[in-house]
């Protein structure tokens, strides 16, 4: 027994060991299976993918840090710089950018050297003000406000790499000894530089960076001064202090780092001719590539970039991505992306409604079949006045949208008033808060609601739009108006009344007809008034005239006098020179001479007075004329005088008429409540005295609204007065 049990055991055990042994041979055929298919088709396998980077640096994979130096100056910090800092310098473990004036919107460093021909002096001055903290981080990339860098990219290129040693990367380049900017420093014309583009970006190692802080004062390494190529005497430095410089292309031997924009790389081989990149084919090192084998899949950087070139490759490698099995599906509803035929001929409104964020409401709209689409264009586009719009906290409002398309209305609560703003809170619903502006609320208890609220307000925005005159012109003829209909009215009272109803009439029929009469003595008078200026003001324009006339006169007689003395002296002059001309030809002696003293004497005195008779002349003349213009000044503002007189008594006048229509309307308020009083008492004689007594205090209540609609419409008409 002992024995069978004891082989019974082994042979189930031996079972257990056949079965896991065909297992395990089975997962190694599969797995030599998919291995050998993986290299037919080309594709690398899980243990190359596993294992290749490590066998490649013999390092593990980490996280780099990164400090970017970004070179520029003040005339670019709104555009290219905040351009920079706002798209992929945001990426950095820490930016500075390089300039020559601070600047609070952006994290500045100032290196008070510009100009191309300084910026290897820049360059030196900026690293040596990282000394600080340059040794946290692991890399500086420096770059110019002019490149773009796709910053994972890099930083998984720098993981493969140790930055405890001395290491350089960037777009490797070639400086033949024929170009005079590449000769040595040290008179060596034989070298020709391998350096790295400073256009494309290039970065340090942290040892790298500790080597140039120590030795780029080294006059037999490193080139002194500020001039010089930046970029090449950066490469030659970091050579002799013992930098190594890193291959940057992909295994697949293309380019990451460039020198230029992104449509000049795909397009390099076939436009090395053009002047801005013919430069190229003299300095490369590497092999040109053209079409999409110019660039690896994972490029670092492009160069020669503007702004908007920047935004659209921040677009390109961070938002377009296309579309692949189990990405999130972005398209909407179709019921909500269809627009019907309705609203597409109202582009305004329908402007208005693809701009609505929430897509309930939206889709609510796009869905709803019987707009009223000439109503919702008078409630959506109607020109609101600025008094109409004055919102405050507590106001209960609804969406004019909402209104428009004839939807259930919603009412919200005003929380807070921005200044272009207002936060509102649903009362309905939850209670959420939202933010919308002014123009697209209605406030319920003044705006449209209803029928009767669509005509006060036409109303209202008609008298707005019109001058005063015409809105004081309506005025009188709806007064006129409402005495007419009022007249019509108490005809027909007076056909069911009794005598006494008749009497109230004809007392009322009389004190409106003298009215009538007063109220054409006005226009009268007003006309007449009118007509007294205008035979004033034509008086006035007479006497200035028939004064500007004298004047005249006088001017033309006073230079007549004037033209008469010039005679008389030319004359006595014609007759000097005759007598002259006699006593030569005589040969008179001394005592001619003597006369001619005396004649000469004679002229000059006459000569005096008439001078002294030009000025008096001239001073009478300015005296006339600033007595005539206060002479002007004075009518003028006397006739301002009797203006602003007529003018306040026609307002007087009018506040006299409103006054007495005001205690028409109050008498013809009370009669009507005797005769309704009167009424009530024939037909109510079994009722008591308090049903008597409510019925009074009724009526006064309703004599009080109507003495308040009374002074309310007595303000409006003072206000559209002023």
């Known amino acids: 027994m002992s024995i069978k049990i004891f082989i019974k055991r082994n042979t189930q055990w031996f079972r257990r060991r056949e079965i896991h042994f065909l297992f395990l041979m089975i997962f190694i055929l599969g797995l030599y299976g998919l291995v050998k298919y993986e290299n037919m088709v080309g594709r690398p396998s899980s243990s190359q993918l596993i294992f290749s980077h490590n066998i490649s640096t013999g390092i593990e994979h980490k996280q780099v840090r990164i400090l970017c130096l970004i070179t520029t100056e003040f005339e670019h910090h709104q555009t290219r710089a905040s351009v920079v800092n706002l798209t992929w310098a945001s990426r950095c473990d820490k930016v500075m950018f390089v300039t020559d004036l601070e600047d609070p919107s952006l994290p500045t ?394 009497d109230d009439q004809n007392k009322e029929e009389q004190t409106l007809k003298n009215k009538e009469p007063e109220e054409k003595d006005k226009d009268k008078r007003v006309k007449d008034d009118d007509q007294k200026k205008e035979e004033q003001t034509s008086e006035k324009k007479e006497n200035e005239d028939k004064d500007k006339d004298n004047i005249v006169k006088d001017n033309d007689d006073q230079n007549k006098e004037e033209q008469t003395l010039k005679k008389e002296e030319h004359e006595n002059k014609d007759k000097d020179k005759r007598m002259k001309d006699d006593d030569q030809k005589e040969g008179k002696h001394e005592d001619t001479d003597k006369n001619k003293w005396v004649k000469n004497d004679d002229d000059q005195n006459k000569e005096e007075q008439i001078l002294k008779k030009e000025e008096q002349e001239f001073k009478d003349k300015e005296k006339m004329v600033k007595d005539d213009d206060q002479k002007k000044e004075e009518q003028t503002s006397e006739k301002k005088e009797n203006e602003d007189k007529d003018k306040d008594n026609i307002v007087k006048d009018n506040d006299d008429q409103n006054k007495e229509e005001q205690t028409l309307k109050k008498e013809e308020h009370e009669n009507k409540d005797k005769d309704k009083r009167m009424k009530d008492d ?5 009722k008591h005295e308090d049903t008597d007594k409510n019925k009074w205090v009724k009526n006064d209540d309703d004599q009080n609204k109507e003495e308040q609609i009374l002074k309310k419409e007595e303000q409006e008409f003072k206000d559209k007065e002023k």
């Open 109 to 502: 460093m100032v290196v008070d050297l510009s100009g191309r021909d300084k910026l290897w002096g820049k360059t030196k001055m900026m690293f040596d003000k990282t000394a600080n903290y340059s040794m946290e981080f692991d890399w500086i990339l420096k770059a110019d406000h002019d490149t773009y860098i796709i910053m994972e990219n890099l930083k998984n290129l720098l993981s493969h790499y140790n930055a405890s040693q001395p290491l350089f990367a960037g777009a490797i380049y070639v400086c033949r000894s024929n170009v005079g900017e590449c000769r040595d420093f040290d008179g060596d014309a034989n070298t020709d530089e391998v350096y790295m583009t400073g256009g494309a970006g290039y970065v340090l190692s942290r040892e790298a960076v500790r080597l140039f802080l120590s030795g780029h004062d080294n006059p037999a390494k490193c080139r002194p001064g500020n001039s010089g190529p930046e970029d090449v005497e950066m490469s030659r430095c970091l050579q002799r202090l013992g930098a190594s410089f890193i291959d940057t292309r992909d295994k697949h031997g293309r380019n990451r780092f460039f020198h230029i924009s992104g449509e000049d790389a795909l397009s390099l081989s076939d436009n090395l001719d053009r002047p801005d990149i013919a430069w190229i084919s003299s300095y490369k090192l590497l092999p040109l590539l053209s079409g999409s084998e110019c660039c690896s899949h994972q490029a670092i950087s492009f160069h020669h970039l503007k702004t908007d070139q920047m935004k659209l490759m921040e677009y390109m490698v961070y938002n377009l991505k296309p579309h692949l099995p189990g990405d999130e599906d972005l398209s909407p509803p179709t019921d909500e992306a269809i627009i019907p035929n309705s609203m597409l001929v109202h582009t305004d409104i329908l402007e208005i409604v693809m701009n609505i964020r929430n897509d309930s409401l939206r889709k609510a709209i796009l869905m709803k079949e019987d707009i009223d689409f000439t109503r919702a264009a008078q409630i959506l586009f109607k020109e609101k006045k600025p008094s109409e719009q004055i919102f405050k906290i507590g106001d209960k409002v609804a969406l004019r949208i909402d209104l428009a398309t004839q939807l259930p209305e919603r009412i919200f609560k005003i929380e807070e008033v921005l200044k272009t703003w207002l936060i509102l809170n649903n009362t309905i619903g939850n209670g959420d808060l939202c933010k919308i502006e002014p123009r697209h609320v209605v406030d319920i208890f003044r705006d449209v609601k209803s029928d009767s609220n669509k005509e006060q307000t036409s109303k209202i925005e008609e008298h707005n739009g019109k001058d005063n005159d015409n809105m004081v012109k309506d005025d009188d003829d709806k007064k006129k108006e409402e005495q007419t209909s009022k007249k019509e009215e108490h005809e027909d009272k007076d056909k069911d009344k009794g005598v006494q109803d008749g």
């Open 682 to 686: 024939d037909q109510k004689e079994g």
